[in-house]
């Protein structure tokens, strides 16, 4: 069964690159037909999605955060990470880490989320 488990240093100060760090259990993220994602949600606000990894290497950006946004992955540790540089307070938000599987059907697993506040 696959888990997911977000790290991140909770508070960042505007213009700093925020980090954050997914370790996965239960699975590779190397393994076919899955997808490693990240999305957040700002206070009251509702889902927005990121950015994703493939199993294969491949990466896919929101055209709103691509300029500021790098995914990437370490196979050996069976992480993969998140960049955002130049942050302001409206990235301020609960960051969550997901994978979906496609075969043989859709299926999505969550992380429990970690908490960025972006302030000075």
């Known amino acids: 069964q696959v888990q997911l488990q977000e790290s991140g240093p909770g508070l960042v100060k505007p213009s700093q690159t925020l980090s954050l760090t997914c370790t996965v259990s239960?699975?590779?993220?190397?393994?076919?037909?899955?997808?490693w994602n990240w999305i957040r949600q700002p206070p009251g606000k509702g889902l927005e999605w990121i950015a994703y990894?493939?199993?294969?290497?491949?990466?896919y950006y929101s055209p709103s955060l691509k300029s500021r946004t790098s995914i990437s992955r370490d196979t050996s540790k069976n992480q993969f990470t998140l960049q955002l540089s130049s942050v302001t307070p409206e990235d301020t938000a609960d960051y969550y880490c997901?994978?979906?599987?496609?075969?043989?059907?859709?299926?999505?697993?969550w992380g429990r989320g970690t908490r960025i506040t972006v302030s000075s």
């Open positions: 990894i493939a199993s294969t290497g491949t990466t």
């Open positions: 997901a994978a979906r599987v496609t075969i043989p059907s859709m299926s999505d697993y």
């Open positions: 239960g699975g590779s993220i190397t393994a076919h037909a899955y997808f």
